[in-house]
C-alpha cells in the first residue's frame, strides 16, 4: 500500500511542477473527469491536468458508467466527456447543468458555433467535429488517369478501373465490422438515399425503398473489398490503407492523420482525401456529421462547477490545439487545417448539408437492431427486405421494453 | 522400481509419443513466442505479412534498433542459466531459509527477488557489457530488435501503476480466498451432513453462472453504495466503485465455489484420526485445525492458490467495469489500447504490454511447477 | 462436527457467496418478469449542433422521461410474466421456421443460433480437450526424467496466459495476411480469408478452446497417473495383458473420477463461451448465449439496455447448464448416499 502511494504521490508532484506555467490559474478544487480514450482527447486532458488536481479517467467503457457515474449525488465525476450519440442519456435524465452563466463569465474564447444548445440552454460545448469521407491514393489515380468520384456509383466505377490494373490487393477498404460500424455504414448510405429512420408515433421505417438501396449499394461495394470486412474497423481499415493494400476507402476524419505518420505508414503523402461521396444526385454526402465536446454534472456544488468548467476551458484553449493541431478537426480558435482535412471540410460545408448523427433514445436503440440484423444479409443467410424486416421487428421489441411504441 | 521387459518400450511407441510431445509443444509455444517477437519490432515489421520480415525486422534495423551476434549469444546464455536457477535452485533455497508455517510468504518473497535480480541483471548491466564488446570486435546488428515499446509501455504510460494495482488485487484475492476457502473447505470436509453436500451442490451451479450476469447487477449498486449504505452507515458510507477492496470482494466470491471444492477433496486425504486424536488430546476444532491440519495441508493450499492467482490477474470483466482509472489493473488497461480510435503503434505497445504481463506468470509456474503437480497428486480432485 | 461449529467454518464463505453470487441472482430471477420503464412525455425540442462553420438547427418531437422533483427519472415497473422470455425465444418463428422445415432460418433467429453454437462448441470441445489431455499425460509419463519439466513447463503456457491476450494471439496468426494465413496460401496456393465465413471461424474458436484448456486437463491426469498402483500394473503385466489392455483396464478406471472431475469443469466453462466471440469478432457468424446476455446488457450510444431480456436469456442459461449437469451431479449424489453418512 505504502510504496503505491508514495508510487503515485510522485507521478502527481511531477505532473505539479511541470503544471502551472501553462495554466493561467492554480487549481485548488479537486476535479475528476471521464472521457473517451482517443488521441484529441489525451490532448485536452493533459491541457486541464496542468491546472493542478485534475485526475483524468479515459475509459473504453465510459458509455457504460457515464449515465450511472452522473446520477450520484454528489457525482463521480464533474466532467464528461461526450458526443451527439453519448450526450443523449445524460440530457434525458438530467443529470448535466446548463453552462449559459459560466459561458457567459469564462468562455470569452468560445466561438457561437461550439455550444450545444437544446431549447436555447447551453447544455454541452464542442470541441472538434468527427465525419466519415473519401480518402483514396492520389498516386495511383494518377497512374490510372481517375477522377475523384463524387458519388457512389462513379466510385464503383473506379473501383472496377483499379481492379483491373491490379496495383493494390482491394479496391476498397469498408468500415463494416458486424454491430456498431456496420449499422453506422449503413446509416451513412440510407440518408444518402433520402431515408428516415422512425415514422412521426416512432415506429420503424427502415424496410423501405432507400433501405434496400442502401444495402445494395453496401453489398455491391464490398465486392470490392476484402472478403473478411465483416470483421474489420476503422483501425484495421487504417493499417490496411497504411500497408498500401487498398486504395479507396470511406473513413472517419480523425483517422486521416495516421496516414503521414512515417513510423507506421508505407504510403506517406500518397492519400489525400475529398467529400464523402453523394449516394443520389442531388442528396446530401452519404455521411453523418458528429461533435465531441465536454458537459458538467449537475449533482456538484455551484463553486466545483466553477472551478470544473475553468478546467475545461483550459483544455480547450489555443495553446492545445497548437500543440495537436493535426490530431482532429478543431473547432477552437486557432485551428489551422492542414491537407488532409481538405476532405472533412468538404463534407461538412457541402450543400445540402450531411445531417447530425440524430440524438435520440429512438436512434440508439435502432443502432442496435441494425447491427445486430444486418450481417444476416451480407452473409447470404437473408434478403435485403427479410433483413430489414427482422430490424424492425427487433426494434419494436426493444422501443415496447423501452415504452417508446405501444 | 525395477524396469521389467513388459515395461520397456518399443521404439515405434517412443519415437511416436516423442514426435507428439514436439508438436504439441511447438503448437502450444508459438502463439507466445510470436507476439512476443511482435513486441520487439517497429509497427510496420510487427503487422508484416513475410514471417522473415517479421524475424528479422529490416525497418527496425533501418532505424539503427538491432542486435549483434554477441548480444544473442549473450542473451540466451544467461536466459537459459536463469530458467535452470529458477527451477532447481531457487526452490531449494526458499525451503531452506523459510520456517514451514511461512512457506507461502516465502516462495513469494525468493520468487519477487529472482525477478527482480534477473531485471537488473538483464536489462542493466548485460546491455552495457554486450555494448562494451561490440564496440571493441566491431560488430553491426543482424536482426532488427527494439526495445521503444517497453520503454513506452512502463515509462511514458505509466504501466507500473496497473501494475502495482494488479499486485494489489491479486495479493488480496489470493490471501482472502485462501483463508475464507480453508476454512470452509474443512468444514466441508468434516462434515458428512445432508447440509454440507447441498452447499457444494449449490456452490457448483454458482461456479456455471455466467460473470456478465452478475457483473452487470454489481455496476449500479456500487456506484450508487454511498446513497444505498446512508442509511445504516451514516455519513462515513463508502462508494464502492472504483475501490479495490470492494473487487477483491467480488473475485473472491467468484472464486469460491471452485477453492471450497478442490480444498475439501485436500483436506478429505487428510485422514480424520489426525484431528480426532488432537480432539481427544482436549483441542477444540480450531485448535485442532490450527495446529494439527495446517502444518499438512500445504501442498494443497500452494496449488489452490495458484487457481486464484490466475482468476484474479487474468480477470478482465470484473475489473474493467468496476475499477476507475487510478484504481486499474493490468489486463483492462491493456484492453485501453484496443478501443475505437486506436493506431498501429498502439497496437504494438499494447503487443508489448501483454509480453510484459505473461512475463510473472513466466516466472510463476516455473517456480511453482513441481508444487503444482505435488499438490494435484496429493489429492485435490481424488474425490 | 456439531452445527455451530460447522456453520462457523463455512460462515465466511457462504455469506460471500449469498452477497455477491445468490443476491444477484435473484435479483435477476426477479427481473425476467417484470418491466420497467421510465414514464416518457413527448416534447417539441430544438437541437442546435456545429457543423465546420455554422450551426445546424432542428426541431423535432422527441420522448423525454419524466423528472421528479429529486431530479430523478420516474419509472413504473409491471409484471409482464413471461413476455421476456417469448421476446427473447420468438417462439412463433420458431416454430414457423420448424413446422415448414427450414432449419436454416430458425438459426436467424439469435437465441436459437446462440444456442446452437453453444452446444456445438461444449459437446465437440468436450471430447477433445480430454483425448489431448489424456494423450499428453500418457506421452510425458513416458518421456525420460531429464526433459519432463521442460515439456511440463510449455505445456501449461496456453493454460496460464491471459485469456483476452492468447486469443489475440492467435487471431494475428490468422487475421486478413497474418503469418499463418499466408502460409497456409502458399502452400496450398490459393486466397484463403480465415475471417470471412462462419465455419472458419468457428474451428479456430474450437482450436483455441482446446489449445487452452487441454494443459490443465493434461496436468490433472498427469497428478492422477502419478498415483496409479504400481502392484495392480505389475500383475496385469505378469497376467500377459498388452499395453493397449493396461490402459484399458487399469489407467482408466483409475483416472475415472479425474475424468469426470474435467468433464464437469469443462461443460460449465465452455457453455459460458464468452471470450472467444469478441477476441475473433464472430458476431456476424457466430454467438453464444452469454454473449447474447452481454450484448443486451451492454447500453447503447443512448443509455437504453434491455434489462428484463437480458434477465430472461441469462436464466435460460442457467436452465441450459443445469440439464447439462444433471446426469454429473446424480453421480455425485449417488456418491454421497455411498459414502453412508
Known sequence: MKIRHIAIAGAMSLIGSAGWAACSFENTTTIKSLTAGFEAWKSVTDAMAECGNVEAELDQEFRTKQPAAFATNPSLYQIGGVSNGTVTPLLNEGTIRPLDDLVARYGANLKPNQLIKIDGQTMAVAMMVNTQHLMYRSDIFADLGLEVPSTYDEVLAAAEKIKEAGVVDYPLGGTMKSGWNLAQDFNNMFLGYGGGFVNEDKTPAVNSEAGVKALNMMKALSAYMDPEYLVSDSTYVQQQFQQGKIAMANLWASRAGAMDDAAESQVVGKVETAAAPLAMAGGTPATTLWWDGIVLAKNMSDEEADAAFRVAMEGLDTEMVTGANDQAIWLIEGYQPGRLATGAIATATASPAPLPYPSTTEMGLMHTALGNNLPDFFTGAKSAEEALAAVEAEYLTAAKEAGIVE | MSTSRALRQSFALRAGSTGFLVIWCLIAAFPIVWIAVMSFKSPVDAFASNPIDVLLGPETRAQGKGLTLIDILLGLTLLWASIKMAMNWLPGKVEAFTPKDWLLIGWLVGAGAFALAFLVVFFGILPRVTGGLNALLGLEPIIGVSSEHYIAVWVENAFYRNFLNSLLVTTGVVTVSLTVGTLAGYGLARSGSNIAFWILIIALIFRALPHSVLVAGYLPVFINSAEILRPILGENAPTLYGQPLAVIAVLVSINQPFTIWMLRSFFQNIPAELDEAARVDGCTHFQAFRWVIMPVMWPGVITTGLFSFLLAYNDFLVTSLLLDAQNQTMVPAIAGYFNRETTTTDQVEAVAAAVSITAPLFLLVMIFQRQIVSGLTAGAVKG | ?341
Open chain 3, 1 to 341: 462436527m456439531k452445527f455451530k461449529t460447522f456453520a462457523a467454518f463455512v460462515g465466511p464463505s457462504i455469506f460471500l457467496m449469498l452477497v455477491f453470487i445468490a443476491a444477484p441472482l435473484i435479483s435477476v430471477f426477479m427481473q425476467s418478469f417484470y418491466l420497467t420503464q421510465p414514464v416518457l412525455q413527448a416534447v417539441e425540442v430544438e437541437t442546435c449542433t456545429p457543423g465546420f462553420l455554422t450551426q445546424t438547427c432542428t426541431t423535432e418531437i422527441k420522448n423525454q422521461p419524466i423528472l421528479d422533483e429529486a431530479g430523478k427519472v420516474v419509472t413504473r415497473t409491471e409484471f409482464v410474466g413471461l413476455q421476456s422470455y417469448r421476446n427473447v425465444l420468438e417462439p412463433e418463428a420458431a416454430w414457423a421456421a420448424i413446422s415448414s422445415g427450414r432449419i436454416g432460418q430458425l438459426l436467424t433467429i439469435d437465441f436459437w443460433k446462440a444456442l446452437r453454437f453453444t452446444l456445438t462448441f461444449t459437446l465437440i470441445t468436450l471430447p477433445l480437450v480430454i483425448g489431448l489431455g489424456l494423450a499428453l499425460a500418457l506421452a510425458v509419463n513416458n518421456a525420460a526424467k531429464a526433459i519432463r519439466g521442460q515439456v511440463i513447463f510449455i505445456t501449461l503456457l496456453p493454460f496460464i496466459i491471459t485469456p483476452v491476450i492468447g486469443a489475440l494471439s492467435i487471431r494475428w496468426l490468422f487475421i486478413g495476411d497474418g503469418i499463418l494465413t499466408a502460409g497456409l496460401e502458399w502452400w496450398l496456393a490459393r486466397d484463403i480469408s480465415m475471417f470471412a465465413q462462419g465455419w472458419t471461424i468457428e474451428l479456430l474458436m474450437l482450436f483455441y478452446r482446446v489449445w487452452h484448456v487441454a494443459p490443465f486437463a493434461f496436468v490433472v491426469f498427469y497428478a492422477g497417473l502419478q498415483t496409479v498402483n504400481q502392484d495392480t500394473l505389475e500383475s496385469a503385466i505378469i497376467d500377459g495383458a498388452s499395453r493397449w489392455e493396461r490402459l484399458r483396464y487399469v489407467i482408466i478406471p483409475h483416472l475415472m473420477p479425474l475424468i469426470i472431475f474435467i468433464s464437469l469443469i469443462h461443460l460449465m466453462d465452455s457453455y459460458r463461451v464468452f471470450e472467444e466471440i469478441v477476441g475473433f469478432s464472430a458476431q456476424a457468424h457466430r454467438i453464444s448465449l452469454q454473449w447474447l446476455t452481454y450484448d443486451l446488457l451492454t447500453p447503447d450510444d443512448s443509455g437504453n439496455r434491455s434489462i428484463s431480456r437480458a434477465s430472461a436469456s441469462a436464466m435460460l442459461t442457467m436452465i441450459g447448464i443445469v440439464i447439462l449437469l444433471i446426469p454429473l451431479l446424480r453421480r455425485t449424489w449417488a456418491d454421497h448416499k455411498g459414502a453412508g453418512h
